[in-house]
């Protein structure tokens, strides 16, 4: 016997049921993490076009570089455009604080230059009269503009159901096992934003909290599970540790 899906697709009990436990999981991992890490409220950055160019300027940095970097770029132009038509030396000069100011002063400016021509002018306010998939695809056209730094435009400037998923988020979500194994970052996002239910509130709290367990529990190298309040629903936990493999 079959059910139907919401996207239409049919589904045998036994899958069914399989989504349920991972839905009821993953609620309780995302609430303990919430638990640990306090639940934050949402307060947009800015405008979308400040945390597109502020996002690009995060890539491969602190957030103290990021804004040092944007304050500086801020300071040496006024406006968006004199940022756009400035010579290239001058605009790499402005973020050289942040890193990668060679990379991320012609992406900025070819950014601002494809804006200018799609819409005539400098702004992407309009992203917010958009379906979410729309938005998305308008600012992954962009060169240099990936599945994370559209999300981080969406869920911080707009307020919309958007995951962002950082190394951290790709890394922790990968081992409890809230996605499937090898799963990829751009492949996770989709995932995460539907076990969170698309809810805005809840999106911004697990990608926080997600971050927040990656940089003092489940880091990179060497776990620290011993400590870890996510142990018994957690698939690396119980496949390498209690197994006795790691
Ligand atoms: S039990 Fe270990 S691998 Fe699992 S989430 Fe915690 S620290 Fe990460």
């Not at 307060?43 to 690009?56: A, F, M, N, Q, Y």
């Not at 005539?120 to 009269?129: F, W, Y």
């Given at each position: 016997m079959t059910g139907r899906a919401a996207d239409g697709s049919t589904t045998s009990p036994g899958k069914e049921r399989r989504i349920a436990v991972d839905?009821?999981?993953?609620?309780?991992?995302?609430?303990?993490?919430?638990?640990?890490?306090?639940?934050?409220?949402?307060?947009?950055?800015?405008?979308?076009?400040?945390?597109?160019?502020?996002?690009?300027?995060?890539?491969?940095?602190?957030?103290?570089?990021?804004?040092?970097?944007?304050?500086?770029?801020?300071?040496a132009f006024p406006t968006w455009e004199a940022v756009r038509t400035a010579p290239e030396e001058a605009v790499i000069e402005a973020i050289r604080s942040g890193g990668?100011?060679?990379?991320?002063?012609?992406?900025?400016?070819?950014?601002?230059?494809?804006?200018?021509?799609?819409?005539?002018?400098?702004?992407?306010?309009?992203?917010?009269?958009?379906?979410?998939?729309?938005?998305k695809a308008e600012m992954t056209a962009l060169h240099g503009v990936g599945p994370k730094t559209a999300a981080c435009v969406l869920l911080f400037s707009l307020g919309q159901p958007a995951m962002p998923v950082d190394t951290h988020v790709h890394r922790v979500s990968g081992r409890i096992g809230l996605v499937p194994p090898r799963t990829s970052a751009a492949a996770c996002q989709p995932l995460l934003e539907d076990l969170l239910g698309r809810d805005r509130d809840r999106i911004l709290n697990g990608h926080l909290n997600l971050i927040a367990h990656g940089q003092q529990v489940c880091r990179a190298q060497r776990p620290r599970c011993e400590s870890c309040p996510l142990q018994s629903d957690c698939d690396y936990y119980r496949a390498v540790r209690v197994s006795g493999d790691g």
């Open positions: 839905r009821l999981r993953s609620a309780r991992v995302f609430d303990l993490l919430d638990e640990t890490y306090g639940r934050h409220r949402w307060r947009s950055h800015g405008t979308p076009l400040d945390e597109l160019i502020g996002t690009v300027l995060s890539q491969n940095t602190s957030n103290v570089n990021t804004a040092r970097s944007f304050r500086s770029l801020r300071a990668l100011a060679r990379i991320k002063g012609p992406r900025i400016q070819a950014i601002l230059s494809a804006i200018a021509r799609a819409h005539g002018r400098l702004s992407l306010d309009h992203l917010a009269d958009l379906p979410i998939d729309a938005a």
